[in-house]
């Protein structure tokens, strides 16, 4: 109920909010500043909330103060719209005294050509059955279960947000799309969480419109990269899972197409460089909050943050001239904007750990200087080789889509793989095209800045980055972007054979792609497995367990580190990878665990197992079953043993 | 007729061309492709049990 409010509130405020945008551009511009400022209105009171508990000034994070918090700064939005839509009727402003954008209002007579209208019902349909088995179903993938979903979790049952003493690094990553999780898995109903993917998939569309807005005149073109950026299987699979990487890329770009909407495109030739107007100066704000809101997603998206504020930072002193108190005043809004969404995360780990970067270690040549993790410690270098046979096949991946262990579904689709039959067909020549054109000085002058950066991203990603396909995802995007100008030309000189071509591409690839949920859905509907225990394959045991159990997951399966907390999520999972070493009664005390689940396969070696850790505790055995192809063993912990251990000296 | 116009139709259908080959590629090489066959075998094979 809360969490509902919450919600509703701050989808109010940012709402009324945008419409300090209206007046500058495209309807799609204020539908993307709403989409930003309801993720900001969401994810920062709730920063400012943790900040205080943590400093001590309140016990805990708790719904109800914050959905009140919430209504105060939609009753705030309500007087703030209310003085603008006066503003407005004083200055004698109306609609149709707006200046008209680029190349988007001039249009809006027409519909769109029906092929894309068949694309988008292709897209719709497939994606209706993936909510289907969502809706059907629980949050499924293996970083969701293993540690996104447990973050949030936690905070729910602590009311922190601090790091854990031991530090291990799941429960040290930024994390704003674990806030929305938190949010949604609050409503009761986990099947809502993903939620937070498929408003980041809304959000990721409209960037990629925008941006191929500015390198276009036609929308189709625009219309058409956008479609392929949403046929993707990466961005499918993860619009319905509890990843965070499609929220990350989806207000990187954000930021990027409002950073280039910044200015009236009506204007923009005709009008010098005098300063942010109020306006840009507003759209510049916006563009920085989604940039933050990426910054605090995920480790990975510093790298393209950084590289995405240097671009502003050179563009705004290049536009200024010799105004530079102009451009300082620009850079310095762009990057207060930032921090905004994205101060609590570097703050928490600066104070917790003496590293604002926590759980990234950093370091100059052999020299530490914050204490943390390696990258490759976090995800392993070999982890990408599961994706090509040997690495000169990275080369040829979007044709290829290979994948070392496909598992029983066979299809090699997932939140981590697979770029599609639409990808593999335009983006690359697209991008050589758009090259080209750039090359002889041709075509929209951002293409000319964009496609250097991109590739040179590629360059980090494939070093950097340890050549993960979802680390990529902002980059293959952006890919899509630089179709537009194929897709304006085929669009308007090979016409019928395009058209086909784009819509056969995108039915195969969404065929594809179905498979996984339809198949799915055919075998639960068949078994009636419809219960969570049966979905996460678990036994029933753990559903009945009095309210703040504490379990210990010792399965060697690190999905069950969300799954062992109940139907009714109110078991305390200590997670298997909070044990550092053998399971004394020490650590049993110390973490007050009531049980430990252990499982073990019937085959050797079996995937997705690692080895339990040994328990040197004296425990009863008080469940065993067999579910999943494995020997499910419940030990309860003995409290006189508990009681000894608090004793002893 | 803009004497551009043939010229950027003659590119439009070799880029056209290029986009069919390089789809055709991908439905003949596409690990994807491959196992979805598999995978609608192994279903029918189940379900004809």
Redesign the interface.
């Known amino acids: 109920m809360a969490a509902g409010l919450y919600l509703l509130a701050s989808a109010c405020s940012a709402w009324l909010a945008s419409d300090f945008f209206r007046t500058v551009s495209t309807r799609m511009v204020r539908y993307l500043a709403a989409m930003v400022l309801w993720a900001a209105v969401v994810i920062v009171p709730v920063h400012v909330a943790a900040a205080l508990q943590m400093a001590g000034w309140i016990s805990a994070i708790r719904l109800w103060p914050l959905a009140a918090a919430q209504l105060l700064i939609l009753m705030l939005s309500v007087l703030g719209s209310s003085r603008l839509v006066t503003a407005h009727h004083d200055e004698g402003l109306t609609r149709s005294d707006q200046p008209v954008p680029l190349g988007t209002e001039e249009n809006r007579k027409d519909s769109f050509p029906a092929y894309l209208w068949v694309c988008t019902g292709v897209l719709a349909a497939s994606y209706a059955v993936f909510y289907a088995n969502l809706a059907s179903s629980y949050p499924t993938g293996w970083d969701a279960l293993a540690y996104h979903l447990p973050v949030a979790l936690r905070w729910i049952q602590t009311g922190t947000m601090s790091i854990p003493t031991y530090g291990a690094w799941q429960y040290a990553l930024p994390g704003n799309a674990e806030i929305g999780m938190m949010l949604l898995l609050s409503t009761g109903r986990q099947w809502l969480v993903p939620s937070v993917n498929l408003f980041a998939a809304l959000t990721m569309t409209g960037a990629v419109y925008l941006i191929g807005r500015r390198v276009t005149r036609r929308r189709e073109a625009a219309m058409a990269a956008a479609i392929v950026a949403l046929s993707l ?1 990466i961005v499918e699979f993860q619009t319905f899972s509890a990843y965070v990487d499609l929220f990350g890329t989806a207000f990187l770009l954000a930021s990027l197409a409002l950073f280039l909407y910044r200015r009236e495109p009506a204007r923009e030739k005709t009008t010098a460089f005098n300063g942010p107007t109020r306006s840009s100066a507003r759209m510049l704000l916006l563009s920085g909050l989604a940039c933050g809101l990426a910054v605090g997603t995920k480790p990975v998206f510093y790298v393209y943050a950084a590289v995405l504020c240097l671009g502003v930072a050179v563009t705004l002193i290049w536009e200024s001239g010799r105004h530079w108190r102009a451009s300082l005043a620009g850079i310095s809004l762009f990057a207060l904007a930032v921090l905004v969404p994205s101060l609590f995360w570097f703050g928490r780990g600066f104070v917790q750990t003496h590293n604002p970067v926590f759980p990234l270690q950093v370091k100059v040549g052999s020299h530490v200087l914050f204490q943390g993790f390696a990258p490759s410690e976090i995800t392993r270098n070999e982890f990408s080789d599961k994706f090509v046979r040997r690495r000169a096949e990275w080369l040829i991946y ?6 070392r262990n ?1 598992g029983d ?5 997932s939140e981590g793989s ?1 770029l599609g ?1 639409a990808f ?3 983006v ?2 697209g991008v050589f ?1 758009a090259g080209y054109q750039a090359a002889r000085g041709r075509g929209a002058p951002i293409l000319r800045i964009l496609i250097p950066v991109g590739l040179g991203l590629l360059a980090l990603w494939w070093i950097g980055l340890q050549r993960m396909p979802r680390f990529g995802l902002p980059l293959w995007l952006l890919g899509c972007v630089f179709a537009v100008p ?1 897709f304006e ?2 669009d ?3 016409t019928r ?2 058209r086909f ?1 784009l819509v ?2 995108v039915v ?1 690839t969404c ?2 792609s179905l ?1 996984v949920p339809l ?1 799915e859905l055919a075998a639960r509907a068949g078994s009636h497995a419809w219960r969570r225990c049966d979905v996460y394959v678990y036994p029933h045991f753990f559903d009945e367990l009095p309210r703040g159990a504490g379990v210990l997951n010792d399965t060697g399966i690190e999905e069950a580190n969300f799954s062992l907390a109940g139907e009714k999520l109110t078991n305390r999972v200590v997670a298997d990878f909070e044990v550092q070493g053998p399971i004394t009664s020490q650590f049993l005390q110390e973490h007050r665990i009531d049980f430990i689940a252990e499982a073990v396969s019937e085959k050797d070696n079996a995937p997705g197992m690692h080895k339990i850790v040994q328990v040197l505790a004296p425990t009863v055995e008080v469940w065993s079953e067999v579910k999943g192809a494995k020997r499910w063993r419940v030990l309860k912990v003995e409290t006189s043993q508990q009681q000894h251990a608090a004793s002893a000296p | 007729m803009p004497p551009e ?1 043939p010229q ?2 003659r ?3 070799i ?2 061309g ?3 080959a ?2 055709f ?3 003949v ?5 491959r ?2 066959l ?3 075998e ?2 029918a094979h189940k379900l004809a049990r």
């Open positions: 299987p979007p044709w290829t889509e290979w994948f496909p579904q066979l299809i090699p689709y697979g039959a593999a067909a335009f690359p020549l095209w194929l030309l085929l308007r000189s090979a054979g395009f071509l056969a591409c195969a065929t594809i498979f198949r | 116009q950027e139709s590119r439009a259908q880029l056209l290029i986009a069919c390089s789809a590629v991908w439905l090489h596409s690990f994807a492709v196992n979805l598999l995978a609608i192994q279903t």
